[in-house]
């Protein structure tokens, strides 16, 4: 049985993340993202990586040899060609409507939800959390009906640099709509 997962920010390549992130080494880095993705991901499973996958071609070569159906959200530090990621992932996007959901690299504008809550990375100071209530019934979503961010960027998961399930996403993404 699959299972679908979120995670964002990878940074795979990227030669100043430890300025960012606690660890000693770029290597490191990636080496403890790798590890963490293979103790969770099947083969069969499908990782929706919510932009700046890897910033070189040897990041995203390790991103190939990683379990899984692997479909990308660009984000701003993905600037290889396209082909690059084309090899690498099934599917290669700019944002992405998905069960409800807007899945994109930075948050969008809440005046865009329309109802559908935002899974995104990009944040990596943490990001908006704030519900929005859809006002607009002129564009086929229901007046009234609620919307909020959640943030894949790997160091802000629940659990820090794990791949996160979907329907984990929803719970959280729920429970901010039903304390609001």
Not at 10 to 20: A, E, Q, T, W
Not at 94 to 101: E, F, Q, S
Not at 141 to 157: M, P, R
């Amino acid at each position: 049985m699959s299972n679908v997962y979120f995670i964002g920010d990878l940074h795979f390549g990227h030669s100043n993340i430890c300025k960012f992130r606690p660890f000693p080494t770029e290597a490191a880095h990636r080496g403890h993202l790798m590890q963490k993705w293979i103790e969770r991901i099947s083969k069969r499973d499908v990782v929706f990586v919510l932009g700046d996958a890897a910033f070189t071609q040897e990041g995203l070569d390790d991103i190939d040899v990683l379990p899984g159906r692997k479909i990308l959200v660009r984000g701003n530090h993905d600037l290889l060609p396209t082909e690059c990621y084309m090899k690498v992932f099934e599917e290669v996007y700019g944002m992405l409507a998905y069960k409800g959901l807007w899945l994109t690299h930075a948050p969008m504008h809440p005046s865009e939800l329309f109802g559908r809550s935002n899974v995104h990375g990009h944040s990596h100071r943490g990001g908006p959390t704030t519900v929005h209530i859809s006002g607009d019934s002129s564009r086929g979503y229901q007046t009234g009906s609620k919307a909020t961010y959640f943030n894949t960027c790997c160091e802000h998961l629940p659990v820090p640099y794990v791949p996160m399930n979907y329907h984990d996403v929803m719970a959280h993404i729920k429970e901010r709509i039903r304390t609001s």
